[in-house]
Antibody, heavy 125, light 107 residues
Framework: QVQVVESGGGVVQPGTSLRLSCESSGFTFSSYGIHWVRQAPGKGLEWVALIAHDGSDKYYADSVKGRFTISRDNSKNTVSLQMNSLRTEDTAVYYC??????????????????WGQGTLVAVSS | DIQMTQSPSSLSASVGDRVTITCRASQSISTYLNWYLQKPGKAPKVVIHAASTLQSGVPSRFSGSGARRDFTLTISSLQPEDAGTYYCQQSYSTPFTFGPGTKVNLK
């Protein structure tokens, strides 16, 4: 069965760094894009980043661009999110999600079919 | 970036009621629209993708419709396990933005 497991969260001070990991199993990891989505306490979902199946393409939300870097190691079925220059507004539960798609008239309809349980990042002085 | 709005922000309904949630995109997104249900303390789960495709394993009382800018999620007969917060999400272009959510409560 498909499993997606995040790790690496914790409490850190503003301006510092943290690296999150997302380890997956139960599917052909190298065939699927992986996304990070976060949720601040009591708030809605915010898409953070995407890495293509082979790592060739990476996309970021404006709120994290230039500070966060997504990467993957297909030999280890792992995606990482390096978070630098952390701010208090980065405090959230961070979810890793596997991408799936339908074929549509104008291209692929992407959606997230498996999510991890989330890892909490708290940025506080 | 494409902005997503949802209405209502919350609703209360009884078991067996028909429930409708709407989602609007700031520009046309064809049918690149997904719906997720999140229960407290849990990760979201996809309910509908590509605007109207029921995710495998999701009960048939859920349905989705719409195209371009306006979309609807309908629960034909609300069940206790359907309570939670529903989010729409566009996958037309990055960033894959989510709507603010609609909290569904049981009366």
């Amino acid at each position: 069965q498909v499993q997606v497991v995040e790790s690496g969260g914790g409490v850190v001070q503003p301006g510092t760094s943290l690296r999150l990991s997302c380890e997956s199993s139960g599917f052909t990891f190298s065939s699927y894009g992986i996304h990070w989505v976060r949720q601040a306490p009591g708030k809605g979902l915010e898409w953070v980043a995407l890495i293509a199946h082979d790592g060739s393409d990476k996309y970021y939300a404006d709120s994290v661009k230039g500070r966060f870097t997504i990467s993957r190691d297909n030999s280890k079925n792992t995606v990482s999110l390096q978070m630098n220059s952390l701010r208090t507004e980065d405090t959230a539960v961070y979810y890793c999600a596997k991408e799936e798609f339908d074929s549509g008239d104008y291209g692929r309809h992407y959606f997230f079919d498996y999510w991890g349980q989330g890892t909490l990042v708290a940025v506080s002085s | 970036d494409i902005q997503m709005t949802q209405s209502p922000s919350s609703l209360s309904a009884s078991v067996g009621d028909r429930v409708t949630i709407t989602c609007r995109a700031s520009q046309s997104i064809s049918t690149y629209l997904n719906w997720y249900l999140q229960k407290p303390g849990k990760a979201p789960k996809v309910v509908i993708h590509a605007a109207s495709t029921l995710q495998s394993g999701v009960p048939s009382r859920f349905s989705g419709s719409g195209a371009r800018r306006d979309f609807t999620l309908t629960i034909s007969s609300l069940q206790p396990e359907d309570a939670g917060t529903y989010y729409c999400q566009q996958s037309y272009s990055t960033p894959f933005t989510f709507g603010p959510g609609t909290k569904v409560n049981l009366k």
